[in-house]
Every structure is written in structure tokens, then in C-alpha cells.
């Protein structure tokens, strides 16, 4: 079984949507949503959700106000806070990060340390293969705690079912939920768009798979919008050693069938992803 991560340095580039035309023309693979924070694939990639559960990596405080003797040591301690000593004394488990030191200062044990659910994830069923996704609670931490229970999932999945693919729609950027989707890939297409910002973007994404030993592919998506752009990036590319597979035009088609819950397919920009798709394919078999 081969990992592909689709990673871009940035949000916005169609990382998604070409993550979503892949997954119509990889028969049989297994399909991981690896961007906890905003995951969208679901929403190009329908199907019957099998399986649904919390995500739980931290803890929060719990003070039982009928054993507190309003000493006010947890609230003098509490670097975040989060403790209120009004007419019931209560910790907001919003502002508490969980470090337990009011729990071990306590000298009434008043104070608990529970589990908290930052968030859930998903198995869903799909005509392109099975799908696992998650969304992490707004404001949540631990997303890179997230993406690699995902991909342990996907895995397992994977490799039970003799899937020849694990295709991960990564999460946007460098930072520690991509990371944790790239760990232990085998390839990253990188989608870029054609703007100068865009050119730092991938110069950044190209070094954090070269840091992680995962070779990097080039997908240069809207790349008739400023075609000179398009070409620095070409030429960046090639010096660079990255393959670049695939050029796809800007097609409002695709908009059309995004706003209807549809993924790529037909079209300029259909024929180039199955292009894409193809040269993907041989960079897999080596």
C-alpha cells in the first residue's frame, strides 16, 4: 500500500476539490480528511457514515462546590484564570488548560481532573472508498493528536482491506497537524497556485517533505489565471527535482459542481486531473 498526502502551503489553493477528483478515479483506495480543523471532503465525497466517536486528549478541572471551604488556593494558582470563587465556586472548563495543579493543591480534594471531548471523528462509506474524517471543537488543541488517530484508522483500514491507496486530504500549511500527515508518507502532491505569495508557499512545503524524507510532486492548479507565475514555478521545480504532474486551467465548472456538492469530473479541468491522476500512477509504481 502506498500514502499519498495532497498538501498545499496554504488554504485556498484546491487542495480539496483535487483531493476529491482523485478519490473518483482511484478505484479502490482508502480516503483519510486529515484537515481536523476545517474538513470539507465530506462534502464532495458523499456516503453512508458507518461510525461516529469522541476524540479525547486532554482533561479539564472540576471543582465540586459542595467539598470546597472557599480557601481560594486554586484561584491564586491558576495562571489561565479559570477559577471563580462567587456564591458557588466553579472552573471554566473554556479557560482551563488542564495542567492539574489546582487538582494536586487542593487541600479539600475538591478538585477532579476529567476527560474532555475536543472534538469527533468519522467513518463514512463512500461509493470511492471508505472515509475517515474528524472536526475538532472550535477553539480545541491537540489537532496534531487528531490527524495521526485518523491516519491510524485509515491505516488499519487499509491494510485490512488490501487497499492499494491511502489518499489523506492534508491540512493547509506547515504547522504540527501537517506534520503529523506527512508522517510516514510515501508521496506529497503539492497544489500550488500561481501567485507570488503561492511561490513561497510551496518553496516552504517543498522543505518541510525534504525534512520528512517524503518525495514531493508539483500540481499547478489555475495556472492559466497568471500563466507567468506558472512558469517560475515550472522552472523552480525542475531545479528543485520536483516532478511537476499536472497543469490544470481555471474552469468554472468546477465552482458550478462544487456548490452542488459535486467533485471534479468532465470538463478542462477534469481531463487535467485525469492527466494528473496519470502521471500520479506512475510515480506510485516506480
Same mark, same amino acid.
Given at each position: 500500500?502506498?500514502?499519498?498526502?495532497?498538501?498545499?502551503?496554504?488554504?485556498?489553493?484546491?487542495?480539496?476539490?483535487?483531493?476529491?477528483?482523485? +478519490? =473518483?478515479?482511484?478505484?479502490?483506495?482508502?480516503?483519510?480528511?486529515?484537515?481536523?480543523?476545517?474538513?470539507?471532503?465530506?462534502?464532495?465525497? *458523499?456516503? !453512508?457514515?458507518?461510525?461516529? *466517536?469522541?476524540?479525547?486528549?486532554? @482533561?479539564?478541572? /472540576?471543582?465540586?462546590?459542595?467539598? $470546597?471551604? =472557599?480557601?481560594?488556593?486554586?484561584?491564586?494558582? $491558576?495562571?489561565?484564570? %479559570?477559577?471563580? #470563587?462567587?456564591?458557588?465556586?466553579?472552573?471554566?472548563?473554556?479557560?482551563?488548560?488542564?495542567?492539574?495543579?489546582?487538582?494536586? #493543591?487542593?487541600? +479539600?480534594?475538591?478538585?477532579? #481532573?476529567?476527560?474532555?471531548? +475536543?472534538?469527533?471523528?468519522?467513518?463514512?462509506?463512500?461509493?470511492?472508498? #471508505?472515509?475517515? *474524517?474528524?472536526?475538532?471543537?472550535?477553539?480545541?488543541?491537540?489537532?496534531?493528536?487528531?490527524?495521526?488517530?485518523?491516519?491510524?484508522?485509515?491505516? @488499519?483500514?487499509?491494510?485490512?482491506? +488490501?487497499?492499494?491507496?491511502?489518499?489523506?486530504?492534508?491540512?493547509?500549511?506547515?504547522?504540527?497537524?501537517?506534520?503529523?500527515?506527512?508522517?510516514?508518507?510515501?508521496?506529497? /502532491?503539492?497544489?500550488?497556485?500561481?501567485?507570488?505569495?503561492?511561490? &513561497?508557499?510551496?518553496? !516552504? %512545503? /517543498?522543505?518541510?517533505?525534504?525534512?520528512?524524507?517524503?518525495?514531493? &510532486?508539483?500540481?499547478?492548479?489555475?495556472?492559466?489565471? *497568471?500563466?507567468?507565475?506558472?512558469?517560475?514555478?515550472?522552472?523552480?521545480?525542475?531545479?528543485?527535482?520536483?516532478?511537476?504532474?499536472?497543469?490544470?486551467?481555471?474552469?468554472?465548472?468546477?465552482?458550478?459542481?462544487?456548490?452542488?456538492?459535486?467533485? &471534479?469530473?468532465?470538463?478542462?479541468?477534469?481531463?487535467?486531473?485525469?492527466?494528473?491522476?496519470?502521471? /500520479?500512477?506512475?510515480?506510485? @509504481?516506480?
Amino acid at each position: 500500500m502506498k500514502e499519498v498526502v495532497v498538501l498545499s502551503g496554504k488554504g485556498g489553493t484546491g487542495k480539496t476539490t483535487i483531493t476529491a477528483a482523485l +478519490s =473518483r478515479l482511484a478505484a479502490g483506495a482508502v480516503l483519510a480528511d486529515c484537515d481536523v480543523d476545517a474538513p470539507n471532503l465530506h462534502l464532495l465525497v *458523499h456516503g !453512508r457514515q458507518v461510525e461516529e *466517536h469522541d476524540f479525547i486528549a486532554s @482533561r479539564v478541572a /472540576l471543582l465540586d462546590p459542595e467539598r $470546597c471551604d =472557599r480557601c481560594g488556593l486554586c484561584k491564586k494558582i $491558576c495562571r489561565f484564570d %479559570a477559577v471563580s #470563587m462567587g456564591e458557588s465556586p466553579s472552573i471554566d472548563a473554556l479557560s482551563c488548560e488542564g495542567c492539574d495543579l489546582c487538582a494536586r #493543591m487542593c487541600p +479539600s480534594n475538591a478538585i477532579t #481532573m476529567v476527560d474532555k471531548v +475536543s472534538g469527533r471523528w468519522m467513518v463514512t462509506d463512500t461509493p470511492n472508498g #471508505m472515509l475517515f *474524517h474528524a472536526r475538532l471543537g472550535p477553539g480545541e488543541g491537540n489537532s496534531g493528536k487528531l490527524v495521526n488517530l485518523l491516519k491510524r484508522r485509515a491505516r @488499519r483500514h487499509a491494510i485490512g482491506s +488490501s487497499a492499494p491507496l491511502l489518499l489523506i486530504d492534508g491540512p493547509p500549511g506547515i504547522g504540527c497537524p501537517t506534520i503529523a500527515a506527512l508522517s510516514g508518507a510515501d508521496i506529497a /502532491l503539492l497544489v500550488a497556485e500561481p501567485t507570488r505569495s503561492g511561490g &513561497v508557499d510551496l518553496e !516552504r %512545503a /517543498l522543505s518541510l517533505c525534504r525534512q520528512m524524507d517524503v518525495q514531493p &510532486v508539483l500540481a499547478i492548479n489555475r495556472w492559466d489565471l *497568471h500563466p507567468e507565475v506558472a512558469e517560475e514555478m515550472e522552472v523552480f521545480a525542475k531545479r528543485e527535482g520536483v516532478p511537476l504532474l499536472g497543469r490544470i486551467p481555471f474552469d468554472e465548472e468546477v465552482y458550478r459542481r462544487a456548490s452542488s456538492g459535486l467533485a &471534479v469530473e468532465g470538463g478542462a479541468a477534469g481531463r487535467a486531473t485525469e492527466l494528473l491522476w496519470e502521471g /500520479l500512477q506512475a510515480i506510485i @509504481r516506480g
